[in-house]
């Protein structure tokens, strides 16, 4: 997934303090610059989500996921969930406060990134282990 942002430092300090993602690689030409982030050591099954900051849009607010459109990132604890919300509401960019919804949803919040991009944490919606018992082998021991 690839998406825009106004300010690439400031967009990787949110989804590294405040999502399991860290910095893969981090690029720059003469339009602008980008960075790759994915979950730490995930070899099997990586998420890459690319950032990308262009010369022409510096200093823009360009959220394009809003104001349900979101990125879902399932962390292992509930504990998880209400952490990550307090850290975000003292950063002033918790969208939705913790809350149970109805299955499939499980115990959410949704952050918003400095961009405006709405970011959902959840734990137990189950999507990932939905996805290997339908797809995969309940075998496979695959880090998350």
Same mark, same amino acid.
């Given at each position: 997934?690839?998406?825009?942002?106004?300010?690439?430092?400031?967009?990787?300090?949110?989804?590294?303090?405040?999502?399991? @993602? *860290?910095? #893969?690689?981090?690029?720059? =030409?003469?339009? +602008?610059?980008?960075?790759? /982030?994915?979950?730490?050591?995930?070899?099997?099954?990586?998420?890459? @989500? *690319?950032? #990308?900051?262009?010369?022409? =849009?510096?200093? +823009?607010?360009?959220?394009? /996921?809003?104001?349900?459109?979101?990125?879902?990132?399932?962390?292992?604890?509930?504990?998880?969930?209400?952490?990550?919300?307090?850290?975000?509401?003292?950063?002033?960019?918790?969208?939705?406060?913790?809350?149970?919804?109805?299955?499939?949803?499980?115990?959410?919040?949704?952050?918003?990134?400095?961009?405006?991009?709405?970011?959902?944490?959840?734990?137990?919606?189950?999507?990932?282990?939905?996805?290997?018992?339908?797809?995969?082998?309940?075998?496979?021991?695959?880090?998350?």
């Amino acid at each position: 997934m690839a998406l825009p942002t106004g300010d690439l430092d400031k967009a990787i300090d949110f989804y590294t303090a405040l999502t399991p @993602l *860290v910095v #893969v690689a981090r690029f720059a =030409d003469a339009d +602008g610059e980008s960075v790759w /982030l994915s979950n730490d050591k995930q070899v099997e099954t990586p998420f890459v @989500l *690319v950032l #990308v900051s262009f010369n022409k =849009d510096k200093g +823009g607010k360009l959220g394009l /996921l809003t104001p349900f459109a979101h990125i879902g990132i399932e962390v292992p604890n509930r504990e998880d969930v209400d952490a990550l919300a307090v850290r975000a509401r003292e950063l002033g960019c918790l969208h939705w406060e913790p809350r149970d919804m109805p299955d499939p949803v499980g115990y959410i919040c949704a952050l918003k990134d400095p961009d405006g991009n709405v970011i959902e944490i959840s734990h137990n919606q189950q999507v990932f282990d939905t996805v290997r018992r339908l797809w995969g082998s309940a075998d496979v021991e695959v880090e998350s």
